[in-house]
């Protein structure tokens, strides 16, 4: 149960400039649409100031914010963000009343009324768990009403740290060793062979391990996504939307750095940043090119993974500011079929195709998948599950569906299709 707001609080407290860069932060997601952490990151950059603990103040106040955002603007009567992020001060010990007043903030008084008289049976099941009434109701309709609210629910918490062992490099037993000698303890992941979880958010920069290349930071899900494209050494493989590239790192770590391996994007900049990362983890046969570069020939790849831009409804639990956003679903839908059409011209006679994304939403994935291979006869869908039992993963189904409340990975699809 939160703390009552009239009562005086933990030794926890917000200084007058972590209430402020908090404030601002949360404003800039609100108004601007700014991503949380490219703000708080650049904020962090310029005010070197701050320490850890200052830094962790302000990050909890706003993504407590983010992640309960419906019903606060409920209670509050408004979206204002230092109404909001006083609420979030009273309700996690960051501050009581007379503290909010000394911060500057003039409606703690009425704030902590509010909070105080607030009946929480007047939510809807949709402001409760902080989905857009859209969204949930297409859950209920999809997976059934408890289904839906505990998938909602688990949504709203913190995703783990999860991380990928880099074969070339090192083995997960190795990898865990060297990460308990740094004084964390990673346990393997349930499903991804390769993978670790921590019980604690760490700065991955400072571990030896991660500058030696031996980890990498990737969801279980992402991990598992790539496990599907099935790379063996030798192959000619492309990544059709690398994006930040840990796919692309996992494929070629899969294929013992031998072959040949394209990782595309639209846009190059991210594609230059995953160069150090490349270099970190000791791959040599990555190219990276623009998308449709005219040197990629087509009918020429044994595999082509596409992870299709998408709602990112999966990744709430990273990203949760990413539930404001206006969602056109059929343009969306649009999109990702033409980008799987052009992708798969890459893919040889016998060849794979892997469709992806990390959309928990059936008009992004089976939709697509469906008129897909109702317009190229040409390629037959093949059985997800049969691919990684392949491997030793035991997650059947003809199609990979990933549900954080389900699998405690993000919410991912993945479908599997061969060239005739």
Known sequence: MPPNPGEAMSARRLYPPQWRLACATLEAVLRAGAAADHRLHAAFREQRNMGSRDRAAVTALVYGVLRDLRRLQRIAGCSDANALCALQALESGYAD??????LGFAGAEAMAHRLRVFDPAALTPAERYNVPDAIYAYWQAELGADAAAALAQDLQRQAPVDLRVN???ATREQAQRALAAS?????????????????????LTALTAYRDGWIEPQDEGSQLLALLVAA??????????AGAGGKTLALAAQMQDRGTLVAMDIDVGRLERLKPRLQRAGVRIVSLLPVDAAQVRVADFDAVLVDAPCSGTGT??????????????????????????RAARLVRPGGRLVYATCSLLRAENDAVVERFCARHPDFLEEDAGAVLAAQGIALPGRRLRLYPHVHGTDGFFGACLRRR
Not at 232 to 241: A, K, L, N, Q
């Open 232 to 241: 063996r050494p030798g192959e000619r493989i492309v990544d059709y939307c």
């Open 167 to 169: 074969a070339l490099r």
């Open 316 to 341: 709430w639990r990273r990203q949760p500011e990413a539930r404001l956003k206006a969602l056109d679903l059929d343009a969306l839908a649009r999109q990702q079929y033409e980008i799987l059409a």
């Open 97 to 102: 009343v007379p503290h909010l007043a000394a």
């Open 183 to 203: 004084g964390l303890a990673a346990m393997p992941t349930p499903y991804a062979p390769l993978g670790l979880r921590l019980h604690r958010r760490v700065s």
